[in-house]
């Protein structure tokens, strides 16, 4: 009997070579999840450097940004990439859910861009079921990993295409971070400049070759930014307000909201107090 070719035997046990792959996955750094029944939804909002996702109950809602138009649907997540400059609009009343988060380099930098992302039947139930649970404030976030479950499919939809070859300098990724973690911070050009270990005129140069406009502008979208945020989502009081997003009082607040967003703080908050859970 021939004996096979010791070339064609399988090795033994001990000499094979195995691999093990140790994927990076995302950090996410920070997340907020709320739910709201929508009435008012008539704003731009500046490009963040956070990631938004959205799904909402029905048809009515939708998304403008770079002359193309992103209608919210319940058989889909919503994800807006962070620094994009949008337009919200609203054509009748909704159940809106949403989540704000922030991913850790390397996935922090996609292209500006909004993507949608099919749900299945059973995923489409679970979202309006936890959409009610939260209205009815009968869930606790931190005993549900479904908010991050929907985090990871969003990311992992995105294709290889659409994430940038020349990501954003980590220096100003990193700025952008020190100005919404120090939002309540009248912080000034010179001390977020510091954060990067850069000079005020290069720390500026940067920036604005990095995000298009400048450090002080862009703070300022920021904070106005958060204010309409607090005053369509919250009952604080002007002043509150004015104190949480770093504006010196309550008439700095009204004088720069205006100038960004066309009506006084409590003009917008009067168009949005509908839209507040319980409201």
């Known amino acids: 009997m021939e004996r096979p070719d010791r070339d064609m035997q399988d090795p033994a046990p001990s000499s094979r070579r195995t691999e093990t792959i140790h994927p990076v996955l995302p950090a996410i750094e920070a997340s907020f999840v709320s739910a709201t029944e929508l009435s008012f939804w008539n704003w731009d909002v500046p490009g963040a450097p956070v990631w938004c996702l959205y799904w909402n109950t029905r048809a009515g809602a939708r998304i403008e940004?770079?002359?193309?138009?992103?209608?919210?649907?319940?058989?889909?997540?919503?994800?807006?990439?962070?620094?994009?400059?949008?337009?919200?609009?609203?054509?009748?009343?909704?159940?809106h859910l949403f989540i704000h988060f922030v991913v850790k380099p390397p996935f922090h930098?996609?292209?500006?861009?909004?993507?949608?992302?099919?749900?299945?039947?059973?995923?489409?139930?679970?979202?309006?079921?936890?959409?009610?649970?939260?209205?009815?404030?009968?869930?606790?976030?931190?005993?549900?990993?479904?908010?991050?479950?929907?985090?990871?499919?969003?990311?992992?939809?995105?294709?290889?295409?659409?994430?940038?070859?020349?990501?954003?300098?980590?220096?100003?990724?990193?700025?952008q971070q020190v100005i919404e973690e120090q939002m309540a911070t009248p912080l000034t050009v010179a001390e977020v400049a510091r954060s990067s270990a850069l000079s005020e005129a290069a720390f500026a140069r940067l920036f604005r070759k990095?995000?298009?406009?400048?450090?002080?502008?862009?703070?300022?979208?920021?904070?106005?930014?958060?204010?309409?945020?607090?005053?369509?989502?919250?009952s604080l009081s002007l002043e509150?307000?004015?104190?949480?997003?770093?504006?010196c009082d309550r008439f700095h607040l009204t004088h720069v909201f205006k100038r960004h967003h066309h009506m006084t703080p409590p003009e917008f908050r009067r168009r949005t107090a509908t839209s507040l859970p319980g409201a």
């Open 210 to 234: 990095e995000v298009g406009e400048s450090p002080h502008h862009y703070i300022l979208k920021r904070r106005t930014a958060r204010a309409a945020e607090l005053l369509a989502r919250t």
């Open 240 to 247: 509150a307000i004015a104190e949480a997003t770093g504006f």
């Open 65 to 95: 940004w770079d002359e193309e138009t992103t209608e919210l649907t319940p058989g889909h997540l919503v994800l807006v990439g962070p620094r994009v400059p949008a337009k919200l609009r609203l054509k009748n009343p909704v159940g």
């Open 109 to 175: 930098d996609p292209l500006s861009k909004i993507w949608k992302i099919p749900l299945t039947p059973r995923e489409i139930q679970e979202a309006r079921a936890f959409y009610h649970r939260l209205m009815n404030k009968e869930t606790r976030l931190d005993g549900t990993f479904l908010p991050l479950a929907w985090i990871s499919k969003a990311l992992a939809a995105i294709p290889p295409e659409d994430w940038n070859k020349h990501p954003m300098d980590p220096r100003i990724h990193r700025s």
